[in-house]
Every structure is written in structure tokens, then in C-alpha cells.
């Protein structure tokens, strides 16, 4: 009996390729990586939640020298420890108010743009709290922005 099992397991390892044979792994040609380039949008996010500003506003402007805000997101804090999910920045809309109607996802040209993120108490006109980045848009671009620096 003991033989028999032997055989069938020589003819197992016979079909397999061969006992010390090593099997061949297919290659595959490494993947080309290009750096992303030309216009794209802008994601904002939080590293960590924004504490202490329920109910406030957190206005987000997109800059370049010496122009006007190209794009904003206007998000609403609904706690007191809240992470910004992840928001498009979006054309300026006509008026005064930033924060009003929605505007289609802002299209940047590739180069270098000012955010500011701000926390207002509306109606107020000035920030209680605000962080400035550099923002380099090449292709699609995340921006992380830190809520420890925006919370009270």
C-alpha cells in the first residue's frame, strides 16, 4: 500500500513538471512612471479634525499673485470635531457671498497658487482662525490642510 501511495505521488510530481525543475514565473516589462503635468483640480482634506468651531465657516480661497480668488470652497462645520472631507475647490460664484450657489470644479493651470484657509464666525468679515499654503498644481493635486492649526 505504502508503494502504491508512492507512485501516485511520483506521477503527481511527474505532471507538475518535474520534481526539482523550478516552475517559471511569467516577467513582466516595469511599469513607466511619468510625473503628472498640466492643468488639473485642487482637493482639500484634513490631517486631523478641526476642534472647537461648530457652527462656523471654513472658507478656503485659491490665489495667485497679485489676482482676485480663482476658486473657493465654502464648508460648514458641523461639530466640534470635524474632518474636512474631501472637497474640490470650485469657481467664485457672482455676488457677495462666497459661500453661495454651486459652482463647477475649478480647472488650474499648471504652476504655483496661494491657499488660504480661513475659519469665520458667519456674519463676520474676519478669520479667528487661518493657515496659508503653497500649492503646486501639476496634474490633479490633494492638499492636506492641518485642523490643529484651525481649531480653538
Known amino acids: ?21 523550478e ?64 472637497t474640490k475647490m470650485t469657481d467664485v460664484p457672482s455676488g457677495n457671498d462666497p459661500c453661495a450657489g454651486t459652482t463647477a470644479a475649478t480647472s488650474f493651470a499648471e504652476g504655483r497658487y496661494t491657499l488660504t484657509a480661513a475659519i469665520y464666525a458667519p456674519p463676520a468679515q474676519s478669520p479667528d482662525k487661518q493657515a496659508t499654503l503653497t500649492v503646486e498644481v501639476k496634474g490633479n493635486v490633494e492638499v492636506t490642510l492641518d485642523g490643529g492649526a484651525l481649531s480653538r
Open 23 to 86: 516552475p517559471k514565473q511569467p516577467t513582466a516589462a516595469p511599469a513607466a512612471t511619468t510625473p503628472p503635468s498640466g492643468p488639473g483640480t485642487i482637493t482639500v482634506r484634513s490631517t486631523a479634525p478641526i476642534r472647537g468651531q461648530n457652527g462656523r465657516a471654513l472658507l478656503v480661497y485659491v490665489t495667485r499673485e497679485g489676482q482676485a480668488p480663482l476658486a473657493r470652497a465654502c464648508i460648514m462645520i458641523g461639530s466640534d470635531s470635524f474632518a474636512v472631507p474631501a
Open 1 to 21: 500500500m505504502l508503494g502504491s501511495a508512492f507512485l501516485v505521488a511520483g506521477a503527481l510530481v511527474s505532471a507538475c513538471g518535474g520534481g526539482d525543475a
